[in-house]
Nanobody
Framework: QVQLVESGGGLVQPGGSLRLSCAAS????????MAWHRQAPGKERELVAF???????KYADSVKGRFTISRDNAKNTVYLQLNSLKPEDTAVYYC??????????WGQGTQVTVSS
C-alpha cells in the first residue's frame, strides 16, 4: 500500500519559517518528479515547487526566493523550506510524486497558517 505522509505544518507569524516533509512508502518504482502544491480556501490548487530526480527545480513566482524544495532519493522524501512567510501563504499544502512509470500519488495535506 502506497502512503505519502506529510508533516511540519502549523501556525506561524508573518516573517516566520516552517519546514514541510513528505515521506513515501510502498512505492516499488523509482520516483521521477516530486512537487508541492497548495490550496487556499475558495481557490484552486496551485503548483508551488517542483523538483526532478536530477535536482532541477521550478517555483511559482509568488514563492521564488522564499521557498526551497529539496529531496532525498534514498529516503523517498521531499522537503519544502518556507521562509519569510506571508498571510497569503496560508493554505493546505500537498506533496505529489510521480514514478518513472507515470503513477501519481498525493499526500493527505498539511495545514500552514500564517497569522499574527
Amino acid at each position: 500500500q502506497v502512503q505519502l505522509v506529510e508533516s511540519g505544518g502549523g501556525l506561524v507569524q508573518p516573517g516566520g519559517s516552517l519546514r514541510l516533509s513528505c515521506a513515501a512508502s510502498g512505492i516499488i518504482f523509482s520516483i521521477n518528479s516530486m512537487a508541492w502544491h497548495r490550496q487556499a480556501p475558495g481557490k484552486e490548487r496551485e503548483l508551488v515547487a517542483f523538483i526532478t530526480r536530477g535536482g532541477s527545480t521550478k517555483y511559482a513566482d509568488s514563492v521564488k526566493g522564499r521557498f526551497t524544495i529539496s529531496r532525498d532519493n534514498a529516503k523517498n522524501t521531499v522537503y519544502l523550506q518556507l521562509n519569510s512567510l506571508k498571510p497569503e501563504d496560508t493554505a493546505v499544502y500537498y506533496c505529489n510524486m510521480v514514478t518513472v512509470t507515470g503513477q501519481q500519488y498525493w499526500g493527505q495535506g498539511t495545514q500552514v497558517t500564517v497569522s499574527s
